[in-house]
């Protein structure tokens, strides 16, 4: 079993820059894809992005795409979303989460969720 905790979350202005953490416990992520799903309030968990298990493919939601980077240490057993130009539409609670799988956007393909960390970003 693999548990997940995310950190790096904040309130930050509108053209601002975040970093989110995702640290494993449990087993070693080195296997397993990653993703990274957000979900603001009243709305459906949305994908943001994704890493293959070493890192070689990345993938990402349009509304993201250019701004966000999604990294790995496989040493560490971190994963991280570099957030950049900051959008108040981007503000929701950030989720990590594992995958079996290559690759994927759906969220009911991934196994391990951590708990979420909050984004707030103001206009």
């Known amino acids: 079993q693999v548990q997940l905790v995310e950190s790096g979350g904040g309130l930050v202005q509108a053209g601002d820059s975040l970093r989110l953490s995702c640290v494993a416990s449990g087993r070693t992520i080195s296997s397993y894809a990653m993703g990274w799903f957000r979900q603001a309030p009243g709305k459906e968990r949305e994908f943001v992005a994704a890493?293959?298990?070493?890192?070689?493919?990345?993938r990402y939601a349009d509304s993201v795409k250019g701004r966000f980077t999604i990294s790995r240490d496989n040493v560490k057993n971190l994963v991280y979303l570099q957030m950049n130009s900051l959008k108040p539409e981007d503000t929701a609670v950030y989720y990590c989460a594992s995958t079996g799988l290559v690759i994927t956007t759906e969220p009911n393909n991934y196994d391990y969720w951590g708990q979420g960390t909050q984004v707030t970003v103001s206009s």
């Open positions: 890493i293959t298990w070493g890192g070689g493919s990345t």
